[in-house]
């Protein structure tokens, strides 16, 4: 075929000419901004109703904004591919202006201790006293939903991210951590032995994590990726549907009253209450510092290092000396108990629980904040939980919130297209995703490389 | 059989090849999968110290072997006996292989796995601390035994990568390094673990003429300065009539001669197994032959795309077309 021969002789510079005018990457951006466009005229617009599933688009469609937001994406295209002569040098002056300063702080940061302390003590201060200038509706928000979630998500990133196991019913334990603060503290149906103090429970909730990690690894992580995925979903539904029918045990789907943090030393006592949200972020913002700093440690020693090579390439790790299924194991376990923790503070935060806080969507939304944040990376993964949990939050005033989450759903569709390392990548991650790309690695997502022996 | 155990109490003997000291023993050995028997009644006696070259053409069984004996495949009949230098037995067959290298005994894989991601350095200390007792929570708590065990496995990991030559690329990729310091790194990672038995699958394959120069160097090393018994695959016949002290062949899974190499090499079954013809002739010719074959071979494989068996040996090789 003298078209086939044709193609493989061109040069990469006669291909470029010879690709067909819609092939043109312009082309493919002009109908993405256009596409931006119609979803920003939707997304401002009105919001849809049930009786008429078109209502909104009709109605968005037929006045004159998505006009206005198509001539937008237009102007900025038309400016992007033919005019941005002006804007780059500009751009670049910018940058320059910002980048010289930043850099000098960069280069101080590597060599000058203080300015390392300093900068790291203002970060420091930002994140314990800023939260104060917030409304009340943000700082219940940062409380309630995006600390919280912070633990989860950093619990699951030792299970996804760095053993490379996919789990997709995270929240179990979470849902074991919070019950676990129920009955210890007397709040369920049937009663502990001794009524504990909340801080006093969180040990046992790590070790009932800790048991039920394990219960659920031993027997399952024989199995690879996908197979384990359906038994970690499975687990969920088992602990959901058994939190959500065992009302005489659980309370079910009407819930229960958990005490609130409170310290009772006899002589002083301190509560935590709910007119002041900000004592709750202090105690959250010491429980996520305490674990990411112990999980940085972990990260860089002997188990982070097993971890990748099993992630890597299981077999190999093996014949190394690695004892897989332990290591396995214990990313299940320490996962499963930072889980727990997290599950102990939400139910003594807002001091209520019932079943449908643990639906399986949480789990599916709790990996979508490791995989967008970046697997394996700790400020990655920081990043994701917090932003995406605050995403629908603000939304909330743009958008019908029943629709909130889809465009969370699109915006991780976009993400994964475009960054499929996450925002901030982890290094390791990133070049098994190069590797793999380059046809050098066997590195999936999740999974560990396929064996292959010959 | 000779149950002296406590011979060399200690030292990995240096030249002990008297029949009792055998570091591995295997007897019987038959692995099948589902109708192919990659492995028949296969037994394996090698001495403390010594370089034991296996040799066959492609598909007859010589990784299978490796992976039987590292407890990555378990063979459904037969038995491997371990005989560390500080005493006692183990069987390997069926064992897990994290606990066989515990034992003492570890490999290189015929297509390079290593954890492409992590450095040279890292790769090693992966190696080097499996033994090192330091558990995940002394490890968060920053306890003394969990920080010198992380620099014991660093001074470890540094003396084996300047063993083999690779200190100066420590924290290079192991996935960007060149093949040859790919290999070598494989060695490295292997030895990491204190091996008394180095398992090296083709370690040579796709290495230039220098570099299996260096590989010849290192393997004599290997044995003679840290005592380690080395179990060596390899088809570039001039390397293993150099280093090997004794060879076996295998072909279609059976063990057809084994011996020195100048013995193996007139060996009649060997020249028919690597020939496909009865030829009793001038046998330098024939030895001359079977190199050329072999490094035709050699070639082919070093791509991983299973093609190999192709015609540039001149001869049609008998051995199976691997998978
Ligand atoms: N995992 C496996 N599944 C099926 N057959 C296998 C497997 N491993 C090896 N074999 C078969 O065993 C035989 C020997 O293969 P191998 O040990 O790789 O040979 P060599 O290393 O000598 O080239 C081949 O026929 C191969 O197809
Ligand atoms: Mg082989």
Redesign the interface.
């Known amino acids: 075929m003298s078209d086939a021969t044709k193609t493989t002789n061109l040069t990469v510079a006669q291909q470029l000419r010879e690709v067909r005018w819609y092939q043109q990457p312009r082309w493919r951006r002009l109908g993405a901004l256009l596409s931006l466009g119609l979803l920003m005229s939707m997304v401002t617009g009105v919001q849809g109703t049930h009786n008429d599933i078109f209502y909104a688009v009709r109605e968005n469609f037929s006045d004159g904004s998505v006009a206005v937001w198509l001539g937008l994406a237009l102007l900025v295209w038309a400016v992007r591919e033919f005019a941005s002569a002006p804007f780059t040098s500009s751009a670049r002056k910018v940058k320059g202006t910002l980048v010289t300063p930043l850099g000098a702080v960069g280069r101080l940061w590597s060599t000058e201790r203080w300015v390392r302390w300093g900068v790291i003590a203002a970060f420091a201060a930002i994140l314990v006293w800023g939260p104060m200038g917030l409304s009340r509706f943000w700082q219940t928000v940062l409380v309630d939903q995006i600390a919280i979630y912070l633990l989860v998500a950093v619990g699951l990133n030792v299970v996804i991210g760095w053993a490379g196991m996919l789990d997709l019913g995270f929240i179990a334990f979470f849902a074991i951590g919070a019950y676990s603060a129920a009955f210890w503290t007397g709040a369920l149906p049937v009663q502990p032995p001794v009524v504990l103090n909340n801080f006093l429970v969180i040990p046992l909730a790590v070790i009932t994590c800790l048991i039920a990690g394990v219960l659920l690894g031993a027997p399952t992580l024989r199995l690879r990726g996908d197979y384990l995925a359906i038994v970690t979903l499975g687990f969920h539904e088992i602990v959901y549907l058994a939190a959500k029918n065992l009302g005489d045990v659980t309370g079910g789907t009407s819930g229960v009253k958990v005490d609130r943090w409170h310290i009772d030393l006899g002589f002083w006592t301190y509560e935590w209450n709910v007119i002041d949200q900000m004592p709750f972020y202090w105690l959250l913002l010491a429980f996520i510092a305490i674990v990411v700093f112990?999980?940085i440690?972990?990260e860089h020693?002997?188990?982070g290092?097993?971890w990748?090579?099993i992630r890597?390439?299981e077999?190999?790790?093996?014949?190394?000396?690695?004892?897989?299924v332990r290591y396995k194991l214990?990313a299940f376990a320490?996962g499963a108990s930072t889980s727990g923790i997290a599950g102990v503070a939400y139910a003594s935060k807002v001091g209520y629980i019932n079943s449908e806080n643990f639906v399986i969507l949480l789990s599916i939304l709790v990996l979508s904040y490791v995989i967008f944040g970046g697997m394996g990376s700790i400020p990655g993964v920081l990043f994701g939980a917090a932003f995406l949990v605050w995403l629908p939050e603000f939304l909330r005033d743009f958008v019908d919130p029943k629709d909130r989450h889809m465009y969370l759903g699109a915006l991780l569709v976009v993400m994964m297209i475009y960054r499929p390392q996450g925002v901030i990548p982890s290094r390791?991650?990133q070049?098994?995703l190069e590797?793999a790309e380059a046809g050098?690695?066997g590195?999936d997502a999740t999974g560990p490389a396929s064996g292959?022996?010959? | 059989m000779t149950t002296d155990v406590r011979t060399d109490g200690g030292s990995a003997g240096t030249t002990a090849t008297d029949n009792g000291d055998l570091v591995l023993d295997a007897a019987g050995v038959t692995l099948r999968f589902g109708g192919v028997t990659s492995l028949n009644n296969v037994e394996l006696r090698m001495h403390r110290g010594e370089v034991l070259a296996v040799i066959g053409p492609n598909g007859a069984g010589k990784?299978s072997l490796f992976?039987s004996l590292?407890?990555?495949y378990t063979p459904q009949e037969g038995r491997i006996t371990y005989r560390p230098s500080q005493g006692g037995e183990h069987e390997l067959l069926g064992r897990?292989?994290?606990l066989?290298?515990?034992l003492g005994v570890?490999?290189t894989?015929?297509?390079i796995?290593?954890?492409?991601?992590?450095t040279a350095l890292?790769n090693v200390?992966?190696?080097a601390?499996?033994?090192?007792k330091?558990g995940?929570v002394s490890?968060?708590?920053?306890l003394p035994n969990?920080r010198k065990?992380?620099r014991d496995?660093d001074r470890k990991a540094h003396e084996v990568l300047s063993f083999v030559g690779l200190v100066d690329k420590l924290n290079e990729?192991a996935?960007s390094l060149s093949y040859g310091d790919q290999r070598r790194l494989e060695i490295a990672?292997?030895l990491a673990?204190d091996p008394q038995v180095l398992l090296l699958d083709e370690p040579a394959a796709g290495t230039n003429p220098t570099e299996k120069l260096e590989l010849e160097q290192l393997i004599r090393r290997i044995n003679r300065d840290l005592g380690v018994s080395v179990l060596l695959i390899e088809h570039d016949m001039r390397l293993v009539m150099s280093v090997a002290d004794r060879v076996m062949v295998l072909n279609f899974g059976k063990k057809i001669a084994e011996g020195t190499p100048s013995e193996v090499q007139q060996n009649p079954a060997v020249i028919e197994a690597y020939l496909g013809a009865v030829a009793e002739e001038d046998t330098a010719a024939v030895a001359e032959t079977i190199a050329a074959h072999e490094a035709a071979e050699t070639d082919a494989d070093t791509d991983d795309t299973?093609d190999t068996d192709d015609s540039a040996g001149g001869s049609d090789g008998p051995g199976k077309e691997?998978?």
Not at chain 1, 315 to 324: C, F, P, R
Not at chain 2, 129 to 132: A, D, M, V
């Open positions: 112990l999980f440690r972990l020693s002997k188990v290092r097993a990748t090579a890597e390439d077999v190999a790790a093996a014949s190394t000396g690695v004892d897989t214990m320490i390791r991650r070049r098994e590797m050098t690695g590195a292959r022996q010959s | 990784t992976n590292t407890g990555a897990k292989p994290h066989v290298s515990r570890s490999r894989f015929q297509n796995r290593l954890f492409g991601a992590l890292e200390k992966i190696a601390e499996t033994r090192l330091a995940p490890i968060m708590l920053g969990a065990a992380e496995s990729l996935g990672r292997a673990t299973d691997r998978e």
